[in-house]
């Protein structure tokens, strides 16, 4: 299964991409995710790991495995039979705006059970997320957070 979805926000790319990579507020601003707890201190960056835990499904940690600081990073779960990979990029489209490209891909032997068990949940998480992005970039923009 792959899926993505990009959104334009009213915000400057810095701005996106500090609410972006703070990954532990992220259960304020979407409804997709119950709690995200980093496993180490620092920035986000390549090898960071995270807890994550959503709704209607199994705790899992992520370890980013791409990381292009201020515009883009992948991060990764692996499970049996399926590996996931979260893709998130962000782009200028303008004077003080971005364009924030969420995806996900599920690979592995057990893929496609899971993508008929969990896909449409999935592709719902993903657009909450892009969504509640959104909404904190542009209440973090106009400082009214």
């Keep these: 299964m792959k899926f993505r979805t990009a959104i334009d926000i009213d915000a400057t790319p810095a701005t996106v991409w500090r609410t972006l ?10 409804a997709s995710m119950t709690s995200v ?14 807890r994550v835990t959503q ?20 991060w990764e779960m692996k499970a049996t039979g399926v590996k996931v990979s979260a893709v998130h990029v962000v782009e ?21 059970l899971i ?10 998480y993903v657009q909450m997320e892009a969504e509640g992005l959104k909404k904190a970039a542009e209440t973090a923009e106009s400082g009214t957070e």
């Design 21 to 30: 990579t703070d990954v532990e507020s992220w259960p304020k601003w979407t």
């Design 37 to 50: 707890e980093r496993l180490q201190k620092g920035e986000l960056g390549q090898g960071s790991t995270a």
């Design 55 to 74: 709704p209607k499904l199994k705790p899992t940690v992520y370890t980013v495995t791409e990381y292009d600081a201020g515009k883009s990073f992948v």
């Design 92 to 112: 200028a489209v303008g004077e003080g705006h971005a364009r924030m490209t969420l995806g996900i891909e599920q690979t592995g032997a057990l893929s496609g």
């Design 115 to 124: 993508s008929l068990l969990l896909g449409k949940r999935t592709r719902q």
